[in-house]
């Protein structure tokens, strides 16, 4: 069994063949779909695709950073109103983005921060999304650090040092299509992580892995990454997919 951490698959992306990229993704191995949130305007299209799908896909509620924006109150509120109302596997993605825009940096770590409080209180892992923002992100997650703290630090594509920080801070490492990269960097030291600290993810339609680079991604190309760490780790991609997927499980609690 292979389990995809991270992935868009009610993305507009998929609209014409969201079915087909699923199934493909199922007749490979992958089974488990953890799907993140973005901001209210996926909500409904989330729900769908957990009725379509009830034994495969996992919600999350959150509100990404990159739609922290001057409504970011109204949107935290619909988070809030959704753990409230139903069951979540996570919170998330949350976290910082400063490549595109640093306007809303303080809503964007008051966010934050009310996020995680929230997943404390629920008992629910958190999934962070990172950008040109690793001291950011960090300070943060230092001053929110307690055991019972756990969650994944996705699409991780920092140094080996602050991969130590991430695992530190309770954090498992999501790893996705960059591993694939030439220019990628984290396949140089990812070997020296126990296998035990990393989960797979496409963030699917994003961050297609070799040789799809550049094209829509899909959960089914995650195969592509399982093969890439099992060289690096010098294991089988069924041993790889056996850890990943528990590691998976103790994040997430299924």
């Known amino acids: 069994m292979i389990t995809d951490t991270h992935t868009h698959l009610y993305s507009e992306a998929f609209a014409e063949d969201r079915d087909a990229v699923i199934a493909r993704a199922l007749q490979l191995g992958v089974q488990r779909f953890f799907i ?26 959150g509100l990404h950073p990159t739609h922290v924006k001057e409504n970011y109150a109204q949107e935290l509120a619909h988070v809030a109103q959704q753990l409230a109302a139903r069951k979540f596997y996570a919170v998330g993605e949350i976290g910082i983005d400063l490549y595109w825009d640093k306007t809303f940096l303080k809503e964007q770590q008051q966010a934050f921060r ?49 991969a130590l920080q991430a695992i530190s801070c309770g954090m498992k490492l999501g790893i996705g299509g960059v591993v694939t990269f030439k220019n990628g960097q984290i396949d140089q030291f990812i070997h020296q992580i126990d296998p035990r600290h990393i989960v797979l993810e496409t963030d699917s339609p994003y ?4 040789p799809y680079r550049g094209k829509r991604n899909e959960s089914a190309y995650i195969v592509e990454v399982l093969g890439k760490l099992a060289g690096l780790y010098q294991i089988t991609p069924d041993e790889l997919a056996q850890i990943t997927t528990q590691n998976s499980r103790e994040v997430f609690g299924i």
């Open 36 to 61: 993140p949130a973005i901001d209210s305007t996926y909500t409904q299209a989330m729900y769908d695709l957990e009725a379509a799908y009830p034994n495969n896909m996992f919600l999350m509620a």
């Open 114 to 162: 009310q996020q995680i409080a929230w997943a404390k209180e629920y008992h629910l892992p958190i999934v962070i999304h990172c950008r040109d923002a690793f001291d950011e992100v960090f300070e943060i997650l230092e001053e929110a650090k307690s055991p019972e703290l756990r969650g994944i630090f996705h699409c991780f594509t920092g140094t080996y040092p602050q």
């Open 207 to 210: 961050l297609a892995p070799n």
